[in-house]
């Protein structure tokens, strides 16, 4: 994940689109990976859909790196299946998230001041 040799969480952006979707959809809460693979297709109305292979990679990568972690609690056992695994942010992954998301909020002003794709350059 180390990307520049400053230290600190610049260090560690810009995150993978892969990785901030799924921070994004643990924002609100634990989810297991199906719930999250919906979470995100929702989040950006239908662009966005990672595959198994590509959210449980993430998931591997996201663990190893200490941006979420699998919850111990589980919802209601007689309404869920034993052989899901729940995740949640850990504080770095919410610290990386919030730094991500203001990285791109100023990303998107500049586009907005520049007026992006409004000056008929295409």
């Not at 850990?90 to 409004?118: H, M, N, P, Y």
Request: net charge positive.
């Amino acid at each position: 994940m180390a990307k520049r040799k400053d230290g600190g969480v610049g260090a560690h952006l810009p995150l993978p689109a892969s990785v901030m979707h799924v921070l994004v959809a643990l924002a609100d809460g634990e989810k297991h990976g199906y719930a999250i693979m919906r979470d995100v297709a929702e989040l950006s109305n239908g662009a966005v859909r990672m595959g198994s292979g590509t959210l449980y990679g993430s998931i591997k990568r996201m663990l190893e790196q200490g941006l979420i972690e699998e919850a111990d609690e589980r919802p209601d056992q007689a309404l869920d299946d034993q052989r899901r695994r729940y995740y949640r942010l850990t504080a770095l992954g919410g610290t990386l998230g919030a730094a991500e998301q203001a990285r791109l909020a100023a990303l998107v002003d500049a586009a907005r001041l520049r007026r992006l794709g409004l000056r008929g350059a295409w």
